[in-house]
Structure formats: structure tokens, C-alpha cells
T-cell receptor
Framework: AQSVTQLGSHVSVSEGALVLLRCNYSSSVPPYLFWYVQYPNQGLQLLLKYTTGATLVKGINGFEAEFKKSETSFHLTKPSAHMSDAAEYFCAVSEAGRRALTFGSGTRLQVQP | EPEVTQTPSHQVTQMGQEVILRCVPISNHLYFYWYRQILGQKVEFLVSFYNNEISEKSEIFDDQFSVERPDGSNFTLKIRSTKLEDSAMYFC?????????????FGEGSRLTVL
């Protein structure tokens, strides 16, 4: 069975500071990993994904994530936070061949001026 | 850019009433999903649909729930007799026919409030 753990339901950073949102997964087979962002009163938008190949993946809005198999992690980072990054971020896993995504509980990012 | 559209954006209903939530997936997509998000909680998988049948469903998707694709474009979620605990945001998603990378495209959600 697949599962996702996001450490920290709330993360607060200052504008311009590093953003680090943590995600650990469990999967019995090689996983596909995703980060989605949800702005207030909106749907889920894909930030980035890892399927195969390069373990460092770059997404939209300057975000990137690194797949570390040995640590079963897929942490999301951004070098410099912007006020517009304030949102809820969800990590998700899909076992290759399965069709449904399993989501983590989400991390709400606040960006302080 | 193609998108998944959902209606209604918000529905208020009385407990015990039937509710139908509608979704228009991206036109060339073949896999369809419903997820729900209870306020302040995680996004939970309900059901996936492919080739006019349910391909996977979660424990949440009990006999009170049903899905169908009545006309080749709409994808609906029906709740037969709503309960208070059905109050949530319901998200429709679709996935294309290309190599299975698992990426889902989500609609903006339908908020259901059961009184």
C-alpha cells in the first residue's frame, strides 16, 4: 500500500527566505511522486512531478524537489519565498501502474513580509 | 489551455436529499476521478473510472455513492441520501491517454454543505 507523510501542517517563512516542505512516502513498488498547490478557494494545480530519470525535478514558480530513494523522501524547496507562494501544498504518490493518487495531509505555507 | 470544469461550485442541501455533482473532464482524457476534501483535512480518493466502469474505489465510496458518464462528456457523482458528514469539497480530476505518468488535472471543486 502507498502512503504519504507531510511533516509540519503549517510552515511560516519570511519573504526571501528558503522554503522547505517535507514529504516522505511509502510504496511497495517504484513510485511516481507529485507536488500540488492549492490556493484559497481553488482547485489543485500540479507544481512538479517525478516519474523516472533525473531525481531533481524542477517545477513551476521556481519550486524544485529531489527524489531520494534511500530516504523515501521528496521534499519541496524554493530558494527565495515570495508572498504569492502562500498556499496549501500537497505531496502525492502513485504506484507505477496504479491509477489513483494518494495525498498527504498538506502543509500550509505562510510567507511573512 | 484545456481544463476540468465542475458544477455547481457550491450546493447546499438538506440531510437525506440526493445530490448530483457534475464534471466535464478534459476532452481527450480517458481516466476520471472523484476526490473529496473535508474542511481542514486531507484530499481523499473516492473513485476512479475508465472505459465506462469503476476501476478502483475507496472505503469511503459506499452504496450511497455512484458515478456515471451519461453522455460521453459529463462525469457525475451522485450521493443518494446525503449525511452531515458528506459536507466537503468534491474535486473531479482526469488523466490523459499518454504514457501513464499518473498526473491528474483537477477541477476547482464543488463545495457541498449538508444541513
Amino acid at each position: 500500500a502507498q502512503s504519504v507523510t507531510q511533516l509540519g501542517s503549517h510552515v511560516s517563512v519570511s519573504e526571501g527566505a528558503l522554503v522547505l516542505l517535507r514529504c516522505n512516502y511509502s510504496s511497495s513498488v517504484p513510485p511516481y511522486l507529485f507536488w500540488y498547490v492549492q490556493y484559497p478557494n481553488q482547485g489543485l494545480q500540479l507544481l512538479l512531478k517525478y516519474t523516472t530519470g533525473a531525481t531533481l525535478v524542477k517545477g513551476i514558480n521556481g519550486f524544485e524537489a529531489e527524489f531520494k530513494k534511500s530516504e523515501t523522501s521528496f521534499h519541496l524547496t524554493k530558494p527565495s519565498a515570495h508572498m504569492s507562494d502562500a498556499a496549501e501544498y500537497f505531496c502525492a504518490v502513485s504506484e507505477a501502474g496504479r491509477r489513483a493518487l494518494t495525498f498527504g495531509s498538506g502543509t500550509r505555507l505562510q510567507v511573512q513580509p | 489551455e484545456p481544463e476540468v470544469t465542475q458544477t455547481p461550485s457550491h450546493q447546499v442541501t438538506q440531510m437525506g436529499q440526493e445530490v448530483i455533482l457534475r464534471c466535464v473532464p478534459i476532452s481527450n482524457h480517458l481516466y476520471f476521478y472523484w476526490y473529496r476534501q473535508i474542511l481542514g483535512q486531507k484530499v481523499e480518493f473516492l473513485v476512479s473510472f475508465y472505459n465506462n466502469e469503476i476501476s478502483e474505489k475507496s472505503e469511503i465510496f459506499d452504496d450511497q455513492f455512484s458515478v456515471e458518464r451519461p453522455d460521453g462528456s459529463n462525469f457525475t457523482l451522485k450521493i443518494r441520501s446525503t449525511k452531515l458528514e458528506d459536507s466537503a469539497m468534491y474535486f473531479c480530476a482526469s488523466r490523459g491517454p499518454v504514457a501513464n505518468t499518473g498526473e491528474l488535472f483537477f477541477g476547482e471543486g464543488s463545495r457541498l454543505t449538508v444541513l
